[in-house]
């Protein structure tokens, strides 16, 4: 069975600072894989996807950026952490080519002070 | 105007109560709509998908109006375990799901 993981799952970072979050996947290949973040009390937005190595499609302008290392890895980064960066960042994976359903990690929830 | 629009309740039902939630998309073309559930602090969960005929799984009946751009989640018998936030979401183009901002439900003893 597919599992997912991200780590760490809480972070406390002052402004400015770098950011380095990371997510694999297990027990599939090639998937589709996601960034999000969720603000408290808000609707998830989509950051980034892609949909193979190397391949990254930037949804929001931001301070934030992607990359996808390896088949199963997928990293969110940035080099000055912002207050408003804030949240609860989630990964997801969806089958490529085999249908639309997401399955999310368990989250990184970060406090930029 | 909001591509997925819900009521952000909370909804406060007792044990036992039925509920339902309901959620509007905006773009006509939306291919694919589901219901996710997620816990305090936690990750989203898929509770299930929603079909053009309507579909059933245990206590939950989803139902999808394409003419009205409508899904509907309706919880029969409702536990105490049911009380989480229910996200509605939808596909409109690619691989990408754009997500409402969640309806609370609780349910008390």
């Known amino acids: 069975s597919q599992t997912i993981h991200q780590w760490p799952a809480t972070l406390v970072q002052p402004v400015g600072s770098p950011l380095s979050l990371e997510c694999t996947v297990e027990?599939?290949?090639?998937?589709?894989l996601y960034w999000y973040r969720q603000a408290a009390g808000r609707g998830l937005q989509l950051l980034f996807y892609s949909v193979g190595i190397g391949q990254i499609s930037s949804e929001v302008p931001q301070n934030l950026s992607a990359s996808r290392p390896q088949d199963r890895q997928f990293i969110l980064s940035s080099k000055k952490l912002l207050l408003s960066d804030s949240g609860f960042y989630l990964c997801?994976?969806?089958?490529?080519?085999?249908?639309?359903?997401?399955?999310f990690g368990p989250g990184t929830r970060l406090t930029v002070l | 105007r909001k591509e997925v629009e819900q009521d952000p309740g909370p909804f406060n039902v007792p044990e036992g109560a039925t509920v339902a939630f309901n959620c509007t998309y905006s773009n006509s073309a939306s291919q694919s709509f589901f219901w996710y559930r997620q816990d305090c602090r936690k990750e989203p969960k898929l509770l299930m998908s929603?079909?053009?005929s309507g579909n059933e799984d245990g206590r939950f009946t989803a139902q999808l109006n394409r003419a009205s751009q409508y899904i509907s989640l309706l919880i029969r018998d409702s536990k105490l375990s049911d009380s989480a936030t229910y996200l509605c979401v939808v596909r409109t183009y690619g691989n990408k799901l754009v997500f409402g901002a969640g309806t609370i439900l609780r349910v008390k003893s």
């Open positions: 027990g599939t290949s090639n998937p589709n």
């Open positions: 929603v079909y053009s």
């Open positions: 997801a994976w969806s089958p490529n080519g085999g249908g639309d359903t997401q399955y």
